[in-house]
């Protein structure tokens, strides 16, 4: 189905029951591990949440020194879809549909996440990024709000900025010192619109560029140096996209996942980007890894433990 199809007038219910019925949806979220910039792990990729065809509360965990299957290691507080993702040195953080909570779960140990927050409203389908030591909520339930939460203590997000433009199923990606926020749809209407926000003062968001197409439900991931944006609908895509992080410019298309995608979500080593779940269209288990590096295809790495569609990605 086109984004031109899908009325404006639809509710976030409404929204979510299209994204179950494999329409279009989903949230890509994606952020952060052990380093300084919170924006790639070195140990392991997170999977929390999302659609199996059931809203789940799964929080899966997969290795990043070797190629393997995930394992489940807890669970968050309720069953959620349609997430944002955020790590910091600690523990990995979820945001989204269907409240205002914010999930927070122990990366030292396999645990059940706790509530320890609120954003500053239920947020449908939005985009997640990581500071040193900040969370982001941005977009989603067709607002433009950034939102940001602590991660040195627990407390509730305040707003801190607006995107340029309001909607649903951008996927975010995080350097040292902004973060993005890249396609996305406020139906009918998508778009292929890269948004850049500093870290280091609370403030809106430019257009600093474009993805190669039009784009909805994609995943994101964070190298040192680039931004990549993969997969994603309108039309269903198996594009991997990069942009740079050193200057405000648009993205190129440097390889393809191993099938077309969408509503799938995004992790990041220090050397490769993931991207794993989605819908293909059927619901989907599949890890796929690609090279930062080299601009080169991604390849089927391992399976998740169940199919995950709309789900928040982490990473330690």
């Given at each position: 189905m086109?984004?031109s199809d899908?009325?404006?007038s639809?509710?976030?219910?409404?929204?979510?029951?299209?994204?179950?019925?494999?329409?279009?949806?989903?949230v890509?979220?994606?952020?952060?591990?052990?380093?300084?910039?919170?924006?790639?792990?070195?140990?392991?990729?997170?999977?929390?949440?999302?659609?199996?065809?059931?809203?789940?509360n799964?929080?899966?965990?997969?290795?990043?020194?070797?190629?393997?299957?995930?394992?489940?290691?807890?669970?968050?507080?309720?069953a959620?879809?349609?997430?944002?993702g955020?790590?910091?040195?600690?523990s990995?953080y979820?945001t989204?549909?269907?409240?205002?909570?914010?999930?927070?779960?122990?990366?030292?140990?396999?645990?059940?996440?706790?509530?320890?927050?609120?954003?500053?409203s239920?947020?449908?389908?939005?985009?997640g990024?990581?500071?040193?030591?900040?969370?982001?909520?941005?977009?989603?339930g067709?607002t433009?709000v950034?939102?940001?939460?602590p991660?040195a203590?627990?407390?509730?997000?305040?707003?801190?900025?607006?995107?340029?433009?309001?909607?649903?199923?951008?996927?975010g990606?995080?350097s040292?010192d902004?973060?993005?926020?890249?396609?996305?749809?406020?139906?009918?209407?998508?778009?292929?619109?890269?948004?850049?926000f500093?870290?280091?003062?609370?403030?809106?968001?430019?257009?600093?560029?474009?993805?190669?197409?039009v784009?909805?439900?994609?995943s994101?991931?964070?190298?040192?140096?680039?931004?990549?944006?993969s997969?994603?609908?309108?039309?269903?895509s198996?594009?991997?996209?990069?942009?740079?992080?050193?200057?405000d410019?648009?993205?190129?298309?440097?390889?393809?996942l191993?099938?077309?995608r969408?509503?799938?979500?995004?992790?990041s080593?220090t050397?490769?980007?993931?991207?794993?779940?989605?819908?293909?269209?059927a619901?989907s288990?599949r890890?796929?890894?690609?090279?930062?590096?080299?601009?080169?295809?991604?390849?089927?790495v391992?399976?998740?433990?169940?199919?995950a569609?709309?789900a928040?990605?982490?990473?330690?």
């Amino acid at each position: 189905m086109r984004l031109s199809d899908i009325q404006e007038s639809l509710s976030n219910d409404a929204v979510r029951q299209l994204a179950d019925s494999s329409i279009f949806l989903g949230v890509t979220s994606y952020a952060a591990g052990p380093t300084g910039t919170q924006a790639q792990g070195s140990n392991f990729g997170y999977v929390s949440g999302g659609i199996t065809p059931a809203t789940s509360n799964v929080i899966q965990k997969f290795s990043f020194t070797s190629d393997a299957n995930a394992t489940d290691v807890g669970d968050l507080t309720v069953a959620r879809d349609n997430l944002a993702g955020q790590s910091s040195t600690a523990s990995g953080y979820t945001t989204g549909s269907p409240s205002n909570v914010i999930d927070k779960f122990p990366f030292a140990s396999d645990g059940n996440a706790s509530d320890v927050g609120d954003t500053t409203s239920a947020r449908f389908s939005p985009a997640g990024q990581s500071s040193e030591t900040s969370g982001y909520t941005s977009g989603g339930g067709y607002t433009n709000v950034i939102d940001k939460f602590p991660f040195a203590s627990d407390a509730n997000a305040t707003d801190v900025g607006d995107l340029t433009r309001s909607g649903i199923g951008m996927s975010g990606q995080s350097s040292t010192d902004n973060g993005y926020t890249s396609g996305g749809t406020n139906p009918p209407t998508g778009n292929n619109i890269i948004d850049k926000f500093p870290f280091a003062s609370d403030a809106n968001a430019t257009d600093v560029g474009d993805l190669t197409v039009v784009r909805t439900g994609s995943s994101g991931q964070s190298s040192d140096v680039s931004g990549y944006n993969s997969g994603g609908l309108a039309p269903v895509s198996n594009v991997i996209d990069k942009f740079p992080f050193a200057s405000d410019a648009n993205a190129t298309d440097v390889g393809d996942l191993v099938v077309v995608r969408y509503d799938l979500c995004g992790q990041s080593s220090t050397t490769h980007g993931y991207a794993s779940g989605g819908r293909e269209p059927a619901y989907s288990n599949r890890i796929d890894k690609f090279s930062f590096s080299s601009d080169e295809n991604a390849t089927d790495v391992g399976d998740l433990t169940n199919t995950a569609s709309t789900a928040a990605g982490q990473q330690y």
